[in-house]
């Protein structure tokens, strides 16, 4: 009996060294150390043995097992350095082989669309003019002729700081009255970009912060007709040459007389869709002759000098040019949105 023992651990030890893999150690252990192994059905021969070799027998099959448990361990230690190993030279580095090009980055869609913006009204001869993102009362609404009370200032939920009379714009039309106070007397022709924010509830058609990109225009005998030729060639030269604008009358505090620009529906072409409302319009922006109040405001006198201003926001713009629904997107950091722009 005590033969057989012997035999049993040279072949158990033979077969282990045969074993390459973890499924491989895996049936070995099962079919050798396991509940049902061979060494383990060993204790329950003690019946077979004799009174005088019990002791013995006993001894020498913890013996086999502790032999066997140790040279597991050790090999399972050394098919996993080996299968780990093979990994690394797999994934060796060959200086041969042509490099890698890094994963680069792209543009922001509001940012292609503010360039875009920003070029066409550029070859018209506007400049950009950067005014603050926090700014006082008086230049987001008093000087607006929005005086305190007034109730177009509910229109635009504010944030408000822990300075008196200092908040966050609700709008790039803040920048207006710095413009023509830097460039009077000259005439003016400038394009204000830049990020607003309002207290609103977010939902898929508005945020607590946006862009906005503002235009005014000051000078003398500036007429309502060059505001309609400006932001036509804007919407032809951004939204295609056969693109159809019509000009709605409006209300803003600022501009007198007002009014609201749309486009063509460029996914039914004014047939009607779910993205026009089945009107076949879409409104882009909101524009209008500058009241006097704040050509005032700026140093001109009303009198001699006329102006226009519009505003637009790059965002809606962009929602409009490619059925982007939400407009919580472009704030979600969501790289499978950003990257369609790529």
């Known amino acids: 009996m005590l033969q057989e023992l012997d035999t049993i651990q040279v072949a158990a ?25 061979n060494v383990q059905q060993l204790s329950r021969r003690f019946g077979e043995v004799s009174a005088e070799e019990r002791p013995l027998f006993g001894k ?25 190993e093979g990994l690394i030279a797999a994934d060796a580095l060959d200086v041969t082989l042509p490099g890698r090009q890094p994963r680069r980055g792209a543009l922001h869609p509001s940012t292609l669309v503010l360039r875009r913006m920003t070029r066409i009204f550029g070859d018209m001869g506007f400049q950009v003019y950067r005014s603050p993102d926090v700014v006082t009362d008086e230049y987001n609404f008093e000087w607006l002729n929005m005086p305190p009370e007034h109730p177009a200032r509910d ?36 394009i204000l970009p830049g990020m607003c924010y309002r207290n609103e509830q977010i939902t898929a058609r508005s945020e607590i912060q946006f862009h906005q990109i503002e235009g005014l225009a000051v000078g003398t005998d500036i007429t309502f007709a060059d505001l309609k030729g400006t932001l036509t060639e804007f919407a032809r030269r951004f939204f295609g040459r056969d693109r159809e604008t019509r000009f709605r009358a409006s209300y803003f505090p600022f501009t007198e007389p007002s009014a609201e ?48 201003a519009f505003g637009s926001g790059p965002e809606r713009i962009a929602m409009l040019r490619y059925g982007i629904e939400d407009i919580r997107y472009f704030w979600g950091n969501d790289h499978r949105f950003l990257e369609q722009y790529s």
Not at 69 to 76: G, I, K, L, P, V
Not at 166 to 172: A, E, N, P
């Open 155 to 190: 229109m635009q939920d504010t944030f408000y700081t822990t300075q008196e009379n200092v908040l966050l714009r609700t709008h790039t039309s803040a920048g207006q009255v710095m413009a023509m106070r830097e460039y009077h007397p000259e005439p003016i022709r400038v």
């Open 60 to 84: 020498r099959v913890n013996e086999i097992k502790t032999a066997l448990q140790q040279a597991f361990d050790e090999r399972s230690a050394a098919v996993k350095r080996e299968h780990i």
């Open 261 to 308: 620009m749309d486009v063509s529906c460029m996914l039914c072409d004014g047939a009607g869709c779910k993205l026009c409302k089945n009107t076949g319009w879409l409104e882009i922006l909101g524009c209008g002759m500058v009241h006097p109040v704040v050509l005032r405001h700026g140093g001109y006198d009303p009198d001699v000098y006329t102006g226009f």
């Open 13 to 37: 030890t033979e077969a282990l060294t045969n074993a390459t893999d973890a499924e491989a150690l895996e049936e070995w252990y099962r079919a050798t150390l396991g509940r049902k192994g």
